[in-house]
Each structure stands twice: as structure tokens, then as C-alpha cells.
């Protein structure tokens, strides 16, 4: 029997080795292939009742699984740690000096056409238009809900710009 398996192994591996159509074919199948792989085995395991050490190891490794899922929490400061470790060593690549906006106002505030594009409204668009249009904004950028207070400082100027163009 191992002898069979054996050879349907080495088989495998030649073929597997020698054709890029099986290759491709093999990697696109990959994923259901393992889990199909993993369920014969454990179906081959039950059937002569050799299951109970894999209980053992999976009981065993819940409360590890649990650290590491808590630890998840410090991705984004082990990201922005090692990211700001990369640049700060000249690693990182040179990003391109990006050229400043056209029609942006000589004072750095923000023009009456940014602001309504950024809002997504009309220049001539009513107070009643500009706030609806902010709040639907705001509720998908603010910080509170995963965007950045960057974000939600450029709506509220934009907002403020169109609503103080409408007094004067």
C-alpha cells in the first residue's frame, strides 16, 4: 500500500514538474485540493479511531489562538512602527514631489469649486443641499468611524466655504 501511494506521489510530482498546464491548473484548485486532502484525512482518521490525538492538539492550541488574536489589536502601531523604521533608514523609496492643485486660493483656504466638488454638490446648491450632502460625508469619514480627522477637518471647511459663500 505505501508503495502505491508512493508512486502516485512521485507521478504526481513529475507531472506536476514537467507540465505548466498542471501547474496552473494545480495552483488556481490549490486551496479546495487541501481541504478536500484535509477531510480525507480526517474521515481515514475516524474510521480507525485515531482521532483523539488531533482533539488533544486543537484543545491544546485554543488558548494560544486566543493571544494571538488578541494581539491583533497592535497591527496598525506594528505597521506604522515598522513603516516609519523603513523611511527614517532611507530604505523606502523616493516617493515623486506631486505638484500643487491648480485654482487653489493664494491664502491656503479652500475655493467655492473645491469645496462643492469635495461635497459633491453644485456651486449655486441651497444650505438644505450643502448640509445633507456634509452629513452624508461625515458619517462615512468621521474619526469615530474609521476616517481620519484630516478627512473630516476638509469637509467641515468645505461646508463652511459654500454656506459662507451663500451669506454674502
Not at 491648480?102 to 469635495?118: D, F, H, I, L, P
Not at 444650505?127 to 474619526?143: F, G, K, N, S, V
Amino acid at each position: 500500500m505505501i508503495r502505491l501511494i508512493s508512486f502516485i506521489v512521485l507521478v504526481a510530482f513529475l507531472a506536476f514538474m514537467l507540465s505548466p498546464r498542471l501547474r496552473a491548473w494545480l495552483w488556481v484548485r490549490a486551496p479546495m485540493l487541501i481541504l478536500v486532502a484535509i477531510a480525507l484525512a480526517g474521515i481515514a482518521l475516524a474510521v480507525t479511531g485515531r482521532l483523539n490525538w488531533i482533539f488533544a492538539a486543537v484543545g491544546a492550541a485554543l488558548p494560544m489562538l486566543w493571544r494571538v488574536v488578541g494581539l491583533l489589536r497592535f497591527m496598525p502601531w506594528i505597521a506604522r512602527l515598522f513603516g516609519g523604521a523603513a523611511s527614517a533608514g532611507g530604505n523606502a523609496q523616493e516617493k515623486p514631489k506631486q505638484e500643487p492643485p491648480q485654482g487653489k486660493a493664494s491664502n491656503g483656504r479652500m475655493t467655492r469649486a473645491e469645496a462643492a466638488e469635495m461635497l459633491g454638490v453644485e456651486l449655486n446648491a441651497n444650505r438644505d443641499e450643502i448640509m445633507a450632502a456634509h452629513r452624508r460625508l461625515i458619517q462615512r469619514l468621521h474619526p469615530d468611524r474609521g476616517g481620519t480627522d484630516y478627512l473630516a477637518a476638509r469637509l467641515n471647511e468645505a461646508r463652511d466655504c459654500l454656506i459662507a459663500g451663500l451669506k454674502s
